[in-house]
């Protein structure tokens, strides 16, 4: 089952669906009354409930909603560095004896067709592809061998990077407003029984610029969960962020970073395709400050 969430056509009142082909199950006309959004669904653990609308008649066609992030605003949100050994290469660095973590935040997300905003000031604004997993049921000091069981689904992140605001902490160049996008809808675990077997690829302007599997992380997404709730427990509908591939335009030469009118897309197999333009926003978070040279600008 894919879930989307979005505003409805001409109304323009946030609601959430059943993705099939090109057309939408509104459930928000259905259920709407019950559960705001998909997140507060997750909470209700009512995905099988949700799945009995999968046979009821499309409500609106995909191109005439404005989509939202899968879930727009997650209480947290934990990303993953250096989770790909094609990456690690890249920049040099050898395995650490646990993940590389950075948080962002909820005013950060775009989601599916929406502008992704290059910071004015930026000069070196990178692309990450990435699988994003959302928390389906309470995960408090999981074994990794239950993890995949407080999973709800499955997304694509692409985690917009401010290079020249990304010194030694990672945060600064990962949470500038409208810089990850997140989409284009949530496919369900029963679709996906491995999250560490898809081929995902990243397209600048139609161009392959990132092609890896995700079996190739380092830290698989058992383990990540087992991690990450060893020490903060998950709610349904946090997000894990789980590392992206090699072939970052930070290390290409020369450099290959997003400008405005750019066309970034993230496509998981199993999943979908992931589409954003790229916007310039002289209002928002123009200011750089300090060192543009300094190190560790890799995540």
Known sequence: MKLASYFLPESHIKSFGIVIGDGLVDLGLRVGWRFTDLKAALEENALPALAGFSNNPIDFHVRDVKFLPVIER????????????????????????????????????????????????????????????????????????????????????????VRDMQYTWFTSGKNWVNTGCFGPWMVSTDEISNPNTLPIHTYLNGQMVQNDNTA??????????????????????DVIITGSPGGVGKKRTPP?????????????????RLRNTVASNVKINTCLVGNTHGKNQNQ
């Open 74 to 161: 997650p209480n947290k949100i934990f990303c993953v560095g250096m989770n790909y050994a094609d990456k690690r290469k890249e920049f040099d660095e050898t395995n650490n004896d646990a993940p590389t973590l950075f948080i962002r935040f909820a005013d950060s997300l775009v989601g599916h067709g929406n502008p992704v905003v290059k910071p004015a000031a930026s000069n070196e604004f990178d692309y990450e592809g990435e699988l994003a997993v959302i928390i389906g049921k309470p995960a408090n000091c999981v074994s990794k061998d239950r993890a995949l069981s407080c999973v709800a689904g499955y997304s694509c992140f692409m985690d917009g990077s």
């Open 216 to 237: 190739n992380m380092i830290r698989h997404v058992p383990e990540l969960i087992e991690y990450i709730s060893a020490f903060s427990p998950l709610s349904p509908g």
């Open 256 to 272: 290959l970073f997003m400008n405005s009118g750019d066309l970034i897309e993230v496509e998981i197999d199993g999943i979908g």
